[in-house]
């Protein structure tokens, strides 16, 4: 006997927000965020294809100017790492939190992050600007860069601190209990990230640029991973809430796992307050991300695995939403694996780097695609899944591979950040490392542009209708 068709929530689930222009306004908030997200990604993604042609050992001796790829590692981690992650989270707050968010604040809060995209990019662009490539938040020597990157982190920090300000919805269930929570805690984290950078400007003695910077972001860029696994926590909820039809935590069992992963992160302000030369500030900020969050990790993965093998008869296992989960759930666990494996500075470090953040953005991306239907003018046609699923096939394999072949290129002791002429390869397996990364940065690259064209369309369509629905248009699959 076949299993039963898995119908997702209609319209009708959904009761409709008290005011239309309430909602109206809801909606263009969370498309302001989701708007800067994807933008965001569009120049990173661009970003990233040169970042991995100056890595090929063919063909870095075409490339003589190590601060040309520099520049653009500055640049494309700051918009994958901090505008894309923190766009993404703002987006989906926005959308659970609805009508009830200051119309005034959240304009305020786009307006300056607006300008602050702009003054990233344009301070790039200024001729003799130095890169720093400092961990975590990599910047561009330069007073009009640093505006950007201020105004940017003030007016994401506006919003977080309204999503924590405002009730949540009461007229609408567009998101589960436990994904909320989830979000919300992601926002507290992102404010504590923003405190403790402030507390290191304040403390952190005028010294050798590079050592300057490395301190003043290394505690608060601790705190931004955390508040990154939140986000992903709260994604992967979604996917299988959305997927199973059933929500995966009780608000209490969510409260507790989430406050075991952002309650230790307190201790970084005092301590980034008290001085970043401390040793207790440097060392504290790794043993919190050491052992703070994969333990909450494992637990959602192993409680989200429970929660599908008891849902196994009645799911629609080639939905998208289940490759998104597993191509995220499989990098996780991946990047923990590469991570616990480091034990100098080569390029195992960014292989582990970038199979965690593949993991957060793949779960992104998975639901982004829910998104643009909560958001969409009323009429418009779903994403058909079986594009979502070979785009988020694409991209986690190619990232894995990604990870895998700069991991490989480590084991041998090939050194990190360095690009083109730069770059000294002494052995085949740094070759063959450096050869495997190529070909997985490129096939992420095509599933990120696959990805980009589908929502650069979506977005594209909801200029064609005024009335936003609250509800995800799901398809009726079997």
Same mark, same amino acid.
């Given at each position: *006997?076949?299993?039963?068709?898995?119908?997702?929530?209609?319209?009708?689930?959904?009761?409709?927000?008290?005011?239309?222009?309430?909602?109206?306004?809801?909606?263009?908030?969370?498309?302001?965020?989701?708007? %800067?997200?994807? &933008?965001?990604?569009?120049?990173?993604?661009?970003?990233?294809?040169?970042?991995?042609? =100056?890595?090929?050992?063919?063909? =870095?001796?075409?490339?003589?100017?190590?601060?040309?790829?520099?520049?653009?590692?500055?640049?494309?981690?700051?918009?994958?790492?901090?505008?894309?992650?923190? @766009?993404?989270?703002?987006?989906?707050?926005?959308?659970?939190?609805?009508?009830?968010?200051?119309?005034?604040?959240?304009?305020?809060?786009?307006?300056?992050?607006?300008?602050?995209?702009? =003054?990233?990019?344009?301070?790039?662009?200024?001729?003799?600007?130095?890169?720093?490539? $400092?961990?975590?938040?990599?910047?561009?020597?330069?007073?009009?860069?640093?505006? &950007?990157?201020?105004?940017?982190?003030?007016? /994401?920090?506006?919003?977080? @601190?309204?999503?924590?300000?405002?009730?949540?919805?009461?007229?609408?269930?567009?998101?589960?209990?436990?994904?909320?929570?989830?979000?919300?805690?992601?926002?507290?984290?992102?404010?504590?990230?923003?405190?403790?950078?402030?507390? @290191?400007?304040?403390?952190?003695?005028?010294?050798?640029?590079?050592?300057?910077?490395?301190?003043?972001?290394?505690?608060?860029?601790?705190?931004?991973?955390?508040?990154?696994?939140?986000? *992903?926590? @709260?994604?992967?909820?979604?996917?299988?809430?959305?997927?199973? =039809?059933?929500?995966?935590?009780?608000?209490?069992?969510?409260?507790?796992?989430?406050?075991?992963?952002?309650?230790?992160?307190?201790?970084?302000?005092?301590?980034?307050?008290?001085?970043?030369?401390?040793?207790?500030?440097?060392?504290?900020?790794?043993?919190? *991300?050491?052992?703070?969050?994969?333990?909450?990790?494992?637990?959602?993965?192993?409680? /989200?695995?429970?929660?599908?093998?008891?849902?196994?008869?009645?799911?629609?296992?080639?939905?998208?939403? %289940?490759?998104?989960?597993?191509?995220?759930?499989?990098?996780?666990?991946?990047?923990?694996?590469?991570? /616990?494996?480091?034990?100098?500075?080569?390029?195992?470090?960014?292989?582990?780097?970038? +199979?965690?953040?593949?993991?957060?953005?793949? /779960?992104?991306?998975?639901?982004?695609?829910?998104? +643009?239907?909560?958001?969409?003018?009323?009429?418009?046609?779903?994403?058909?899944?079986?594009?979502?699923?070979?785009?988020?096939?694409?991209?986690?394999?190619?990232?894995?591979?990604?990870?895998?072949?700069?991991?490989?290129?480590?084991?041998?002791?090939?050194?990190?950040?360095?690009?083109?002429?730069?770059?000294?390869?002494?052995?085949?397996?740094?070759?063959?490392?450096?050869?495997?990364? &190529?070909?997985?940065?490129?096939?992420?690259?095509?599933?990120?542009?696959?990805?980009?064209?589908?929502?650069?369309?979506?977005?594209?369509?909801?200029?064609?209708?005024? $009335?936003?629905?609250?509800?995800?248009?799901?398809?009726?699959?079997?």
């Amino acid at each position: *006997m076949p299993p039963p068709t898995l119908i997702a929530p209609t319209v009708a689930d959904f009761p409709a927000a008290p005011h239309a222009e309430d909602a109206a306004t809801a909606t263009t908030g969370a498309r302001g965020w989701f708007l %800067f997200a994807i &933008g965001s990604l569009v120049l990173a993604g661009l970003l990233s294809l040169m970042l991995v042609v =100056g890595r090929l050992p063919f063909l =870095g001796w075409l490339f003589t100017d190590p601060l040309f790829f520099k520049r653009a590692l500055v640049v494309h981690v700051d918009l994958a790492i901090v505008v894309w992650f923190q @766009a993404g989270t703002l987006a989906f707050l926005a959308l659970a939190l609805g009508p009830r968010l200051q119309r005034g604040v959240t304009a305020a809060a786009l307006a300056l992050a607006a300008t602050g995209i702009a =003054g990233l990019l344009v301070g790039a662009l200024i001729p003799g600007a130095q890169p720093v490539l $400092s961990n975590y938040v990599p910047v561009i020597d330069h007073p009009i860069f640093f505006g &950007g990157l201020v105004g940017w982190f003030a007016g /994401a920090g506006l919003f977080f @601190a309204l999503a924590l300000a405002t009730p949540s919805r009461t007229d609408a269930r567009a998101l589960s209990a436990d994904v909320v929570i989830a979000l919300r805690a992601s926002a507290a984290a992102n404010l504590l990230a923003l405190v403790t950078f402030l507390g @290191a400007w304040r403390t952190t003695p005028d010294s050798v640029p590079g050592v300057y910077y490395e301190l003043v972001f290394w505690g608060g860029g601790h705190v931004l991973q955390a508040a990154n696994v939140a986000a *992903m926590l @709260a994604l992967w909820l979604h996917l299988l809430h959305r997927w199973t =039809g059933r929500a995966v935590l009780t608000p209490t069992i969510a409260t507790a796992l989430l406050a075991a992963l952002v309650l230790p992160q307190l201790v970084m302000p005092p301590l980034a307050f008290g001085g970043t030369t401390a040793t207790s500030y440097f060392s504290m900020a790794t043993h919190l *991300m050491r052992w703070t969050i994969f333990p909450v990790v494992l637990v959602v993965l192993g409680v /989200a695995t429970v929660h599908v093998w008891r849902q196994r008869a009645s799911v629609n296992w080639r939905d998208y939403r %289940f490759l998104g989960l597993a191509g995220s759930g499989s990098l996780t666990v991946l990047g923990f694996i590469l991570g /616990a494996l480091i034990r100098s500075s080569s390029t195992l470090v960014p292989g582990h780097y970038h +199979c965690a953040i593949g993991a957060v953005t793949i /779960a992104l991306m998975a639901a982004a695609y829910d998104f +643009c239907a909560d958001v969409a003018p009323a009429g418009a046609a779903a994403e058909q899944p079986r594009r979502a699923r070979l785009q988020l096939l694409l991209f986690g394999g190619g990232q894995a591979v990604f990870g895998l072949g700069f991991a490989l290129a480590g084991a041998y002791g090939l050194g990190r950040k360095q690009y083109g002429a730069e770059q000294h390869v002494r052995s085949l397996g740094e070759y063959f490392g450096l050869s495997v990364m &190529g070909l997985g940065g490129f096939v992420a690259v095509a599933g990120g542009i696959f990805f980009l064209a589908v929502m650069l369309r979506r977005i594209g369509a909801w200029r064609r209708g005024l $009335s936003p629905v609250t509800s995800s248009l799901h398809e009726q699959r079997t």
